[in-house]
T-cell receptor
Framework: AQRVTQPEKLLSVFKGAPVELKCNYS??????LFWYVQYSRQRLQLLLR??SRESIKGFTADLNKGETSFHLKKPFAQEEDSAMYYC??????????FGAGTILRVKS | DGGITQSPKYLFRKEGQNVTLSCEQN?????MYWYRQDPGQGLRLIYY???????QKGDIAEGYSVSREKKESFPLTVTSAQKNPTAFYLC?????????????FGSGTRLTVV
């Protein structure tokens, strides 16, 4: 069965510190993974997708098929990065399966 | 301005009542989805539709119903059979079966049973 696991409900870091939001998945097919972000009082929006190998707002994520992971990383956290982050896996029928989400709090 | 619109933003329902949440998109997307967002549980799929006049149950469809009579619209009815309807409901749309494309989400409807 397809599943996305985000083990941390809350991650709290200081401004300027590195950030790593963990995401592990289980899927029998070829995975397609995304990170979504929800800032306070804003709608859920796409942050990045593994297929494009892009860096958005300083965030990157590399798909590691051996470890079935897609961790989100940023070398230097900023206060405006504080938000809820969801990892998502595209499943059969074009459905997205979401993890439980991780709240990132960046302290000054 | 293209986008996906959910209404109302807040909805209060008495026990035993059915309520309908609206979702409209002008992105010309084929596929539409309804998710329920609860703290600590992430987003769970209720129903989805890949084309007009067709829809499938998601993981938690019990107590909900949908229709897809027009490409632009995908309303969700929360029936009295839904045992715990208080939640934040999110509608999304996407280009159907397109690799690399994610979803576009609406701003959500918060439903409270009073």
């Amino acid at each position: 069965a397809q599943r996305v696991t985000q083990p941390e409900k809350l991650l709290s870091v200081f401004k300027g510190a590195p950030v790593e939001l963990k995401c592990n998945y289980s899927y029998s097919g070829s995975p397609e993974l995304f990170w979504y972000v929800q800032y306070s009082r804003q709608r859920l929006q796409l942050l990045l997708r593994h297929i494009s190998r892009e860096s958005i707002k300083g965030f990157t994520a590399d798909l590691n098929k051996g470890e079935t992971s897609f961790h989100l990383k940023k070398p230097f956290a900023q206060e405006e990065d504080s938000a809820m982050y969801y990892c998502a896996l595209r499943s059969y029928g074009n459905k997205l399966v979401f993890g439980a989400g991780t709240i990132l709090r960046v302290k000054s | 301005d293209g986008g996906i619109t959910q209404s109302p933003k807040y909805l209060f329902r008495k026990e035993g009542q059915n309520v309908t949440l609206s979702c409209e998109q002008n992105l010309n997307h084929d596929a539409m989805y309804w998710y329920r967002q609860d703290p600590g549980q992430g987003l769970r799929l209720i129903y989805y539709s890949q084309i007009v006049n067709d829809f499938q149950k998601g993981d938690i469809a019990e107590g909900y119903s949908v229709s897809r009579e027009k490409k632009e619209s995908f309303p969700l009815t929360v029936t009295s059979a839904q045992k715990n309807p208080t939640a934040f409901y999110l509608c999304a749309s996407s280009i159907s079966s397109a690799e690399g494309y994610g979803y576009t989400f609406g701003s959500g409807t918060r439903l409270t049973v009073v």
